[in-house]
């Protein structure tokens, strides 16, 4: 089985412009709310990374707890994980793998096949932490994934369409039900708002008539961003 999931509850759009707040002239972080996180990983473009990379509030992280808690309750396991290279997504993929009481057993693989609409970032993409500085935060992050779609190739992407981010992301997707068949399983999908619907449109499609999957890709559709 596939399972998608978005992200949980992210601090920028919870308490707006909130770095310059929350960090000092040095670069150390204080919460200002209890809804904030009560620390933040290091980085290596300290603070300012966060402004195009946020982590999740402390309600988010619940949230992503509860779904993994909610998950096990139901007897679901999950056998195989693809996840953003967005900080907001790897906590969730965490949360929900803690949850599930896996956390420490199922390593993560950064997808940035998986990231969200590049249309929102024509001036700038994110800087997104590395393997290494997430495996150092906490994370179980498997370092020798090689992704489907590179960070760099991401970046070298220019005005990307609606249709051409609806196929990115299924082609994530059949690489990843592709490459976990012949182990078998469940993979959990972890990105942003659309995936839910970039990720799963044309294999339900498919499932339910191949001969309409060809025409599902949108054309003058718009996305939500998360």
């Known amino acids: 089985q596939l399972f998608i999931t978005r992200h949980g509850e992210r601090v920028d759009f919870t308490f707006g412009p909130w770095i310059p707040y929350s960090f000092d002239k040095e ?24 402004s195009r990379d946020c982590p999740l509030t402390v309600v988010g992280g619940l949230q992503a707890r509860m779904v993994g808690e909610a998950m096990r309750d139901a007897g679901t396991a999950i056998h195989h994980v693809f996840c953003s290279p967005s900080l907001r997504c790897v906590q969730t993929c965490h949360g929900i793998l803690s949850g599930l009481g896996i956390a420490d057993k199922l390593k993560i693989n950064i997808e940035p096949g998986l990231f969200e609409w590049l ?75 659309a995936t839910l619907d970039t990720c799963s449109r044309q294999p339900l499609e498919q499932a339910a008539s191949p001969s309409v999957a060809s025409d599902s890709m949108p054309s003058g559709e718009s996305v939500t961003p998360s």
């Open 27 to 50: 670069g150390r972080y204080q919460r200002k709310d209890l809804n904030m996180p009560s620390s933040v990983p290091a980085r290596r473009d300290g603070p300012e990374g966060f």
């Open 119 to 193: 249309a929102w970032y024509q001036d700038e993409m994110p800087s997104w932490m590395t393997a290494q500085e997430l495996i150092s935060a906490g994370y179980n992050v498997e370092p020798s994934y090689k992704p489907y779609i590179s960070s760099e190739e991401l970046h070298d992407t220019v005005q990307e369409t609606c249709g051409q981010f609806f196929i990115r992301n299924f082609f994530i997707t059949q690489c990843a039900l592709q490459a976990t068949e012949e182990a078998g399983g469940n993979v959990l999908l972890v990105g942003h708002a």
